[in-house]
């Protein structure tokens, strides 16, 4: 299993511009999430979603939009980059059937100019 | 979900026990306890949970008083490779609610592990 994934690792945005990035994982998960990182802070969270089709907003929404068409993949676009949105995102999935535990991806480290 | 607070950053000789501290004063009946540490800049990685009793498996051991509100995260035999910081999250599992999935990281605590 690859585990979680994420593309890019890396991306340069100016100012309006939108993107996506992408997350995928392939151990069957129903939970997915995405979380970003400023420096020197903890996770905060963005999205997430309970299964395919069904999609919920965390702690910090704003700018930013999800969807969940199938279990594997939950990209999360961003509409018109800001520089207050350049930070580290973190994708994460998890089991619905009782696991305690989250699996998140390398990250993706994004910076708006 | 109940806040938590730990000591921003800890020391530890390679080869002797570390014990990372948590306080969760106001965690509730059924909030879990979890810890993640994350490498560098890598995405966290989950070491263990439990609830009210002590748990041990393969990476840690989790120590949580009897009244619950507060924690401590013993690596048994620290590394190098275990410096990294530790975050401690109390959380709420609800099963198909979706809780699960909500995480709330704060600042956590840098563990430095030193020859």
């Known amino acids: 299993n690859a585990g979680v994934t994420q593309t890019p690792k890396f991306q340069v945005l100016k100012t309006g511009q939108s993107m996506t990035l992408q997350c995928a994982q392939d151990?069957?998960?129903?939970?997915m999430s995405w979380y970003r990182q400023d420096p020197g802070m903890g996770l905060r969270l963005i999205h997430y979603s309970v299964g395919a089709g069904i999609t919920d907003q965390g702690e910090v929404p704003n700018g930013y939009n999800v969807s969940r068409s199938t279990t594997e993949d939950f990209p999360l676009r961003l509409l018109s980059a800001a520089p207050s949105q350049t930070s580290v995102y973190f994708c994460a999935s998890s089991n619905n059937a009782g696991a305690y535990e989250q699996y998140f991806g390398p990250g993706t480290r994004l910076t708006v100019t | 979900d109940a806040k938590t607070t730990q000591p921003p950053s800890m020391d530890c000789a390679e080869g002797r026990a570390a014990n990372l501290p948590c306080n969760h004063s106001t965690i509730s009946g059924n909030e879990y306890v979890y810890w993640y540490r994350q490498i560098h800049s890598q995405g966290p990685q989950y070491i263990i949970h439990g609830l009210k009793n002590n748990e041990t498996n393969e990476m840690a051991s989790l120590i949580i008083t009897e009244d619950r509100k507060s924690s401590t995260l013993i690596l048994p035999h620290a590394t190098l490779r275990d410096t990294a910081v530790y975050y401690c999250i109390v959380s709420s599992f609800g099963g198909n609610t979706g809780t699960a999935s909500k995480l709330t990281f704060g600042t956590g605590t840098r563990l430095q592990v030193t020859l």
């Open positions: 151990m069957n998960h129903e939970y």
